[in-house]
């Protein structure tokens, strides 16, 4: 009745911004990430017929109303599904920082599903996991699996075809740089993006538009990324990220997750490129002040000293696409490595 799992963050380069049915956690469009090697939640569950309610410690201390409600809601889920009655103790510790837009969500729902599941008896293909980790958390679907990874929005009422999908593994680019910009002051987050994103859809008037031009652009950079083509998807990247940005800031109230020193860093690969005259970063962010800025490792030098010298950049950390999600103590099956892949059943 006890379970570890360690997941990983991840950056989305073709956002998830909206929810077409709250109830089942079904998104308005598919989306595209990069799951990352340096960040990692790591989670352990042990169900307890002992116990007189769930304990939630989260990076060491006793989580709050908020991120422990989520938590329960999510054991409900599980309990209901295993027919476990039994109360949880879950020790969860992130080593980045929580609800500043570095994703924590996902790696956190990502870690919660593998290990609740597990210590509840449930041995869920990692589809099936990709599909509960998404009532957690939507971008936590596409952290089950490492490397570039596609959550696919589905069609069905159901929701029985909405899970991610790996496209392709760690390795594919092992040029691929993204150094993430901590930028001093990152305010944590007051709102959930699942509750953001839901003003978005009411009120942005640019709305439609984003969601009309999403299916084209997404295939436009799961090409390039197949095709390691730096010249096609930098570009595709910053027009996707301009895009979310431009929903945000368009919603009433008005979203602003970056601060000047975040503006600065876009402005800085602007510049970069402009004088390459050719692109060699991009940027993107999703919600919350740090950049992520992708280049290639013969470019890193450069990109890096520029980025170092504007004012309030905290630091950069070099980052790297990453692995599955891993259980430990391994699960059975093939290799017994642990990797969610490695139960066999996608
Ligand atoms: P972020 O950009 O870090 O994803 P969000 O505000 O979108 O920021 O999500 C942060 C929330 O996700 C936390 O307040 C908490 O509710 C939940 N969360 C973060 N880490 C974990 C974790 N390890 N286990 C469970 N829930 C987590
Ligand atoms: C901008 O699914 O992470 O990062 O669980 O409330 O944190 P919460 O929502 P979540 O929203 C992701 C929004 C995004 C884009 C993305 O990751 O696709």
Not at 67 to 79: A, E, N, Q, W, Y
């Amino acid at each position: 009745m006890q379970a570890t799992c360690e997941a990983h963050p991840n950056i989305a380069l073709v956002k998830y911004w909206g929810v077409r049915d709250p109830e089942r956690a079904l998104p308005f469009n598919s989306s595209l990430s990069v799951t990352l090697d340096r960040f990692r939640t790591r989670t352990t569950v042990r169900f307890d017929p002992s116990l007189k309610a769930d304990r939630v410690v989260l990076n060491g201390t006793e989580a709050g109303p908020g991120p422990r409600d989520g938590v329960v809601r999510f054991l409900d889920r599980v309990r209901s599904t295993a027919r476990v009655n039994a109360f949880a103790d879950v020790d969860s510790d992130n080593n980045f920082p929580t609800a500043t837009g570095l994703a924590s969500s996902a790696s956190g729902f990502a870690a919660l599903a593998g290990a609740a599941s597990a210590a509840a008896g449930l041995a869920l293909s990692d589809r099936e996991l990709s599909r509960l980790a998404r009532f957690g958390s939507g971008s936590a679907a596409r952290s089950v699996f490492g490397g570039f990874v596609e959550w696919r929005a589905g069609t069905r009422a159901d929701g029985s075809d909405c899970y991610a999908v790996p496209l392709y593994p760690a390795r594919h680019w092992p040029s691929l740089v993204d150094l993430v910009v901590l930028v001093e002051g990152a305010p944590v987050k007051a709102m959930r993006s699942s509750e953001a994103m839901q003003w978005t859809v009411r009120s942005s008037p640019q709305y439609a538009r984003r969601q009309a031009e999403l299916p084209a652009r997404l295939a436009k950079i799961r090409r390039a990324i197949g095709a390691r083509d730096p010249d096609r998807l930098f570009p595709l990247v910053m027009e996707e990220c301009d895009s979310f940005r431009e929903v945000c800031e368009t919603t009433v109230p008005s979203l602003d997750y970056l601060t000047p020193t975040s503006r600065a860093v876009l402005a800085g690969v602007r510049e970069l490129n402009r004088k390459a005259g050719r692109p060699v970063a991009a940027y993107t962010h999703d919600a919350g002040a740090h950049v992520h800025v992708f280049t290639l490792d013969r470019h890193l030098g450069r990109v890096r000293s520029r980025l170092a010298g504007i004012p309030g950049v905290e630091r950069t950390l070099t980052v790297r696409p990453g692995p599955d999600l891993l259980f430990a103590p391994p699960r059975p099956g093939p290799g017994g490595r642990g990797r969610a892949r490695s139960s066999g059943s996608r």
